[in-house]
Structure formats: structure tokens, C-alpha cells
């Protein structure tokens, strides 16, 4: 049995966490099976990421974008739970059946135990954010520590569960953070962060999804997300008529921001330090004791029906 990993070029360690994170949790697996595609923690459920003709297990997987796919067949789908309540119900699944994220159980795990608090505040960006945006500059005025979500996936979670506090775009720095008992609140920078799945784990785990808006932090990531930067909208379609301009706004920011170009480009950023500072402030969320124990109680019988089943 292989897990499934959507390999992304950018790196982000909600989907990489998939590449250890089963072998904790059903050790053996890739011993059995072979035939059989785990697919686990990500926003995966969509026939144009699964092919079809291969035997899926569906262990905690989310949807979100796209058609969902027709799991009728029994013979290449065999579903034992799904991200949240809202997958269930697009699937045709009992409700009951949307437990959670399976990355919840990485709080268990002894290397991510007992770990000392060392970070107050920490940002951690959408990988988009990250990749467009200059928020490790925007993160130290506002008085926050900056986390890259494309980080090795062990080291962001460790960073993490060291926090005392997340602000988090990224969804699963929000379900790390819940999963560890550190308090989070959540921002957005554009309509093109997915709301459907941000909202499927925060109904399973009994919180509300209430994004505070941050505006973006560039106008090379205006562009990548298809809105505005300084009162002017910015689309993809609208700069692709000038070769020069397109390549020059969708082009990463470099490295080095010193001098002049620096100063300047933080000045720009200066409404984006200001909301990132104010969300900070506010108060966080957490899911009850209670509830997260009992979600993971009833993923470990998840589990344990497929060590039956499979092993």
C-alpha cells in the first residue's frame, strides 16, 4: 500500500506530512497491498488528481476543489472516513462518516510531545502567500515570528506546536495548531484561499471559520491571486498583454530586499503590517478538550478496522 502525495513544486507540509505520517500510524503498510493507494490528509478527493482503475482507501481525505468523484464502485473505492461533515455530504456519505483531519494525530506522536515554548506569536502564510509575498518582512514590524508552510513538514510542526499563539492563512497550520492546544486565529488575503475546506474541518472539530482580512503584501502576489494591491485590481489576464509587465510582476521577489527597493517595498506592505497586527490581538480559538479527544478516539477505530481489513 503506497500513501498518496501530491507533489508540489513549491513544497507545502500539509500534503508532505502524508510521507511519514502513515507509517506512524499503520506501520507495515507498504508491505500490503500493493495494489491499494492510501490516500490521506490533503484536499485530494477529485478524479483529476485520482485516476481511476486503482484501488483507493480513503482515510481522513478532504474535498474541495473541482467535481467530486463518483465513489459508488466498490471495487476501486473503499471510503472509511473523510475530512468533515461537508466532504461527507458532497460524497453522499453519512455524516458520521466526516470525523477529521487526519494530521490531528500528529500531536500524539512522541518525537511532538512535551515540546518547550520558545516562539509567542507565529504567522504561517497560505504556501501562495509565501511564495509571492514578502511576509518575513511584513511578520517582524507587526511583531510576529514568520513560519514558510513549504518548510520541511517535521520542523513546521515543531515550530508550531512551540508557539503560543498561531495566525494562521494556512489550514493546516490552523489544524496543527488546534491538534497541539495552541490557540489560532485565522486570516485571509483574498477569495482565493478555499473557504468549503477551511469550513469542512472547522464543523468537525465544533469551531467557526471567521477569517480576519489581511490585504496581500505585493503586487506580484495581487496578481497570483487575482485581486487588489493598493486600490488597483490586478488579473493575470488583464497583464498578459504585456510580455515585459506580466513576466516582471508574476516573478518571485528576490532574496535580498535591502536598500532603497527594500524600504520601499515595506512602506507598500505597511496596510498588510498593520492587519497582520491587528489579528494578532485578537481573541484566539481553540476546539474543547472533549471533542478533539473523542474525534481522535473514533479515528483510532477507523484505524483499527483497516489493520483488520488490510493486514
Not at 511532538?112 to 514590524?141: D, M, Q, Y
Not at 468537525?204 to 477569517?211: D, E, I, M, T
Not at 520601499?264 to 472533549?290: C, T, V
Request: proline residues 7%; charged residues 25%; aromatic residues 10%.
Amino acid at each position: 500500500m503506497k500513501p498518496y502525495h501530491w507533489p508540489s513544486h513549491h513544497g507545502n507540509f500539509g500534503d508532505d506530512l502524508n510521507l511519514w505520517l502513515w507509517d506512524a500510524l499503520l506501520p507495515g503498510l507498504r508491505e500490503v497491498r500493493e495494489e491499494t493507494l492510501l490516500v490521506g490528509v490533503g484536499t485530494v478527493l477529485n478524479p483529476t488528481l485520482l485516476s481511476s482503475g486503482i484501488h483507493k482507501l480513503v482515510i481522513g481525505s478532504g474535498y474541495g476543489y473541482g467535481s467530486p468523484p463518483d465513489i459508488s464502485d466498490r471495487r476501486e473505492w473503499d471510503v472509511r472516513c473523510v475530512r468533515g461533515p461537508k466532504t461527507a455530504e458532497r460524497l453522499g456519505l453519512p455524516p458520521e462518516m466526516g470525523i477529521v483531519d487526519p494530521a490531528v494525530m500528529i500531536s500524539d506522536m512522541k518525537e511532538f510531545r512535551n515540546l518547550p515554548k520558545v516562539h509567542k506569536k507565529t504567522f504561517v502564510p497560505h504556501w501562495e502567500s509565501a511564495e509571492f509575498g514578502i511576509w518575513k518582512s511584513v511578520c517582524e514590524p507587526a511583531g510576529l515570528t514568520y513560519l514558510d508552510p513549504r518548510g520541511e513538514a517535521k520542523a513546521v510542526i515543531r515550530h508550531i506546536a512551540q508557539s503560543e499563539m498561531i495566525v494562521a492563512e494556512s489550514m493546516h497550520g490552523a489544524i496543527l495548531a488546534d491538534a497541539f492546544r495552541v490557540p489560532w486565529v485565522a486570516v485571509t488575503t483574498s477569495p482565493s484561499i478555499n473557504d468549503f475546506k477551511w469550513n469542512d474541518w472547522a464543523s468537525s472539530v465544533g469551531v467557526q471559520y471567521r477569517p480576519r482580512f489581511v490585504p496581500v503584501s505585493t503586487r506580484a502576489e495581487a496578481v497570483a491571486k487575482k485581486t487588489r494591491f493598493w486600490g488597483i485590481n490586478f488579473e493575470r489576464e488583464q497583464m498578459a498583454s504585456s510580455d515585459a509587465s506580466h513576466s516582471d510582476v508574476l516573478a518571485r521577489p528576490r532574496p535580498s530586499q535591502g536598500g532603497l527597493r527594500g524600504a520601499a517595498k515595506q512602506m507598500l506592505a505597511a496596510p498588510s503590517i498593520l492587519s497582520l497586527w491587528q489579528a494578532s490581538r485578537q481573541e484566539p480559538q481553540l476546539s474543547r478538550d472533549d471533542v478533539l479527544a473523542s474525534l481522535k478516539v473514533r479515528f483510532r477505530d477507523v484505524l483499527d478496522g483497516v489493520r483488520r481489513d488490510y493486514f
